[in-house]
T-cell receptor, first 114, second 114 residues
């Protein structure tokens, strides 16, 4: 199993550009999550999904959109990139609510917006 | 809102010795989960240990153990027989029972000296 994979690993965007961060998992997990990690800080939840077709906002959703058309994939869309979105983005997945089940994290995408 | 505080930005320990990382949290809930995650330079988030709030017994995983003080809202991590591979950022995290929003502290950078 590859676990949770993320592409790209690094990306530089200009202000106002858009992009999609890809996330896939091959563990048949129902729950998937997107976090951001700003320098010197812990992770903050952007969006999560409890299954295909179902998504919900986390703590910091502004400036992002998500979709979940399949169990495996959970892409994160940035529209009109801003310098404040410079961060490392982590995707994660779990069997169920992460309190009872371990979250498995991808390797992260480092995004710089200039 | 639940908050997680790690008051030690950096800690260091001699190889083979013991170190304790501190974490406090703020919540009005009685059912929740607490976690310690390790983030090595590779950026991969790795679950070290978790504790269910309803359990009085402190969790242990090999050389890692916690001191969970529910009334004091304290959740410290003890690493025994420290190894060079333990060097990493350590994040304390809180999740309310049946809730997807996990809150992270700002992290403690642990250095292990040979």
């Amino acid at each position: 199993n590859a676990g949770v994979t993320q592409t790209p690993k690094f990306r530089i965007l200009k202000i106002g550009q858009s992009m999609t961060l890809q996330c896939a998992q091959d563990m048949n997990h129902n729950y998937m999550y997107w976090y951001r990690q700003d320098p010197g800080m812990g992770l903050k939840l952007i969006y999560y999904s409890v299954g295909a077709g179902i998504t919900d906002k986390g703590e910091v959703p502004n400036g992002y959109n998500v979709s979940r058309s399949t169990t495996e994939d959970f892409p994160l869309r940035l529209e009109l990139a801003a310098p404040s979105q410079t961060s490392v983005y982590f995707c994660a997945s779990s069997w169920g609510l992460a309190g009872g089940y371990e979250q498995y994290f991808g390797p992260g995408t480092r995004l710089t917006v200039t | 809102a639940q908050t997680v505080t790690q008051s030690q930005p950096e800690m260091s320990v001699q190889e083979a010795e013991t170190v304790t990382l501190s974490c406090t949290y703020d919540t009005s809930e009685s059912d929740y989960y607490l976690f310690w995650y390790k983030q090595p330079p590779s950026r991969q988030m790795i679950l070290v240990i978790r504790q269910e709030a309803y359990k009085q017994q402190n969790a242990t995983e090999n050389r890692f153990s916690v001191n969970f003080q529910k009334a004091a809202k304290s959740f410290s991590l003890k690493i025994s027989d420290s190894q060079l591979g333990d060097a990493a950022m350590y994040f304390c995290a809180y999740r309310r029972y049946n809730n997807n929003d996990m809150r992270f502290g700002a992290g403690t950078r642990l250095t292990v000296k040979p």
